[in-house]
Structures are given as C-alpha cells and as structure tokens.
C-alpha cells in the first residue's frame, strides 16, 4: 500500500513538472516569437512630425519630433526638428515654452542655414506675448535686443527688414509706457516728475510716434508750473516738427506769444499745400 502510494505521488510530481515546462516552453515560445516595437527611421518620423504640425496637432507633431532628437541623436533632421518642436509651442501660442526650445537651437546651432528664422521666430514669441501697456514691459524689452540680434547675426536674413519694423513697434509700446507713467504723474499733480518722464520719451525715443503727444502734455505740465516761455518752446517744436498732427492743431489753442503764433501759422499754410 504504500509503495502504490508514492507511485501516485510521484506520477503526480511529474504530471505537475510537465505542466511547468510546458508553460514555461509556451511563455519562452511567446516571447521569442513576438516582434518587439521598432522605432521608424528619422526620415519617417521628421515626415510624420511636419503633417502633424500642419494640421494643427501639435501633441503628436512633438511627439514624433521628440523621437528624432531622443532616439536618433546623429541624425542630421536633429536641428530641423528641434526648431519644429519651437515651432509647433509657437503656433499653439505656448510662447514661453517656445523661447525654451528656440533658446537650445540657438545656443546649438548658431551658423545652421535655419537658424536666421529660428532667431526671427525667439524674437517673434517674445513680441506676440508683449504685455499690455499698463503692464511690466520686460518681454518688450526683450523682444527689441532679440531683432536687433536678428539685425546684427544674419543682416541678410529675409526677415531682417521685418525685424525693423518690430523694433519700432517695440520701442513705441515702451513710449507709451512711460506716457502711462507720467500719466499717473499727472493724476497726482506731481508736474515736475511726469516733465523728467517726458524728457525721457523725447530722448530714448525720439523717432517714435508718441513724440507729438508727448511734447503735448510737456508743454501742458510746463504752463502748470508758470513755466511760460519753456511752453512756449515746447509748442513751438511739436508745431515746427509734428504740424501736420493732431496735437500740433490742439497746442495753438495754447499758444502765449506772436512767435509761437506765427509757427502756428506756417504750419496750417504748408499743412493745406498739395
């Protein structure tokens, strides 16, 4: 009895080793025949990643770009698709996730054939994210020394002379800033403070257009102050230089002597010449 006992026992033990090699074999079967992910060539991925971009997904554009630079790092689509990555945070209005990636290409690959537009486009997510004018003007600031970088490192670049415009944008907003400065100056009858900001506009930014309007209100602080004859000064520029303006016409309602009247005078004449 116990002999046919352990017989049993040991059918049973090797009943239970068949079945863990079995599985075992069936497991290893498994996995060797899988095919395991493989990764499509950059070529593949950078194509994948420019109609993703052009569609306006931007996840997935990334998504696939990423690839390039991660799994692909000696690959020369590695600047293209690091600008891109830039390029889709742009277009999705992500502008300081932009300025980080445009950032890395241009500390990468200053002399690449695209870094030119990838300085335009650092320039550009500072300028289209310009603050509101009551607002600290830093990324404005910003936005200027990016285009005259622009201006300076690629000066045949295709987008320099759009550079220059940005720049005079750029420096009219910081004008106005300081307009808003003095305004408040104003509100507080504190005259001689806003007179300092608008020397300051009439020195910094003098090919702005916020001059005629800031000769305006310097010559109105001036009359506050019993500063007559510096008024008069004061009109008589914004009427000589800005006469065809529309603060030129309101500053000689304000006029105080003949030769500021004659200015006025002369200017209205020319302003009606063909």
Request: proline share 5%.
């Amino acid at each position: 009895m116990v002999i046919h006992k352990r017989r049993r026992q040991s059918r049973t033990g090797l009943g239970v080793l068949a079945l863990v090699a079995l599985l075992l074999l069936s497991g290893c079967s498994l996995f060797f025949g899988s095919r395991p992910d493989t990764l499509p060539p950059a070529g593949k991925l950078y194509e994948d990643g420019e109609r993703e971009l052009g569609r306006g997904r931007y996840d997935s554009a990334r998504d696939a770009l990423r690839k390039i630079v991660e799994r692909h790092p000696d690959s020369p689509l590695v600047p293209q698709a690091r600008f891109l990555i830039g390029e889709a945070y742009y277009r999705e209005q992500e502008y300081a996730k932009a300025i980080r990636e445009l950032e890395g290409f241009m500390s990468l690959y200053p002399g690449h054939p695209i870094a030119d537009l990838a300085q335009y486009r650092l320039a550009r997510s500072y300028f289209d994210d310009m603050p509101t004018v009551e607002r600290d003007q830093a990324p404005t600031a910003r936005a200027v020394a990016e285009f005259q970088k622009l201006i300076k490192q690629y000066p045949e670049s295709r987008y320099a002379p759009d550079a220059i415009v940005k720049i005079e944008a750029c420096r009219l907003r910081l004008a106005q800033k300081e307009l808003w400065v003095a305004d408040y100056y104003v509100r507080q009858s504190n005259w001689q403070a806003a007179i300092q900001r608008y020397d300051m506009i009439l020195k910094e930014y003098a090919r702005t257009a916020a001059v005629p309007q800031t000769l305006f209100q310097k010559a109105e602080a001036l009359l506050r102050l019993q500063r007559a004859d510096e008024a008069d000064s004061t009109i008589r520029r914004l009427v000589e230089e800005y006469g065809r303006s529309e603060w030129a016409r309101r500053a000689c309602a304000r006029l105080t002597n003949k030769e500021t009247m004659s200015a006025c005078t002369t200017s209205s004449t020319s302003a009606l010449t063909p």
